[in-house]
């Protein structure tokens, strides 16, 4: 196992808030059916990442330990959360 935090560098975040703000979403089509995501819906969706306090974020995760542990040649990210109860909590891959 080894020590880990997320760190995302400022480069990759103002790439993403400049992709999210270029993104040209088509209106509904008239023929949308009732189920599934309108264009009103992905358009807030769209906002709200955009505009997302990732560094906060960020900060608040990185105040629970965090490691990588080689599980059968693969690293695996996992936070240890409560560690009176020792409850391990996995990442999921990719």
């Given at each position: 196992m080894?020590?880990f935090?997320?760190?995302?560098?400022d480069?990759?975040?103002?790439?993403?808030r400049?992709r999210l703000?270029?993104?040209?979403?088509?209106?509904?089509?008239?023929?949308?059916?009732e189920?599934?995501?309108?264009?009103?819906?992905l358009?807030?969706l769209?906002?709200?990442w955009?505009?997302f306090?990732?560094?906060?974020r960020e900060a608040?995760?990185?105040?629970?330990?965090?490691?990588?542990?080689?599980v059968?040649?693969?690293?695996?990210h996992f936070?240890?959360l409560?560690?009176?109860?020792?409850?391990?909590?996995?990442s999921?891959?990719?």
């Open positions: 080894r020590p935090q997320i760190s995302v560098s480069q990759v975040l103002e790439d993403l400049e703000s270029r993104s040209r979403l088509l209106p509904d089509s008239p023929r949308r059916p189920s599934g995501m309108s264009s009103e819906y358009s807030e769209v906002s709200s955009r505009d306090d990732s560094r906060s608040r995760l990185n105040e629970h330990p965090q490691f990588i542990a080689d059968q040649g693969t690293g695996i936070a240890h409560l560690p009176d109860f020792h409850i391990v909590v996995p999921f891959p990719g």
